[in-house]
């Protein structure tokens, strides 16, 4: 069997388990202002208002991932709610650069 304690597991990374939450925040604070950047580039090419809503979704994550860091004392729910949160912030900013990206090149 596996040990539960296996250091090479996901669940065991000090980055769920023993961290303060502060890389979450810088790491989410970059990928924000590049992905708001892209975006507002891409709204220059696209109208269609996609950018704009993908903007306001990625600065709303951003801001929950601020709020979690500050209100959830746990520390183990608090890294995981903050992962999920930068994880739902990527998915975003890529699943809009796509629906971008087709409606560029396939009218």
Known sequence: MTDPDDPTKMRNQASLTTSSGTVWLVIGALTTAITVVLLWSLQQVN?????L???VAILLLYVAMVEVRLLVRTVRLRLILMAIAFGALTAVAL???VIIG???VAP
């Open 53 to 55: 809503w993908g903007i």
């Open 95 to 97: 699943g809009c650069v």
């Open 102 to 104: 087709v409606t560029v």
């Open 47 to 51: 109208s269609s208002g996609i950018a």
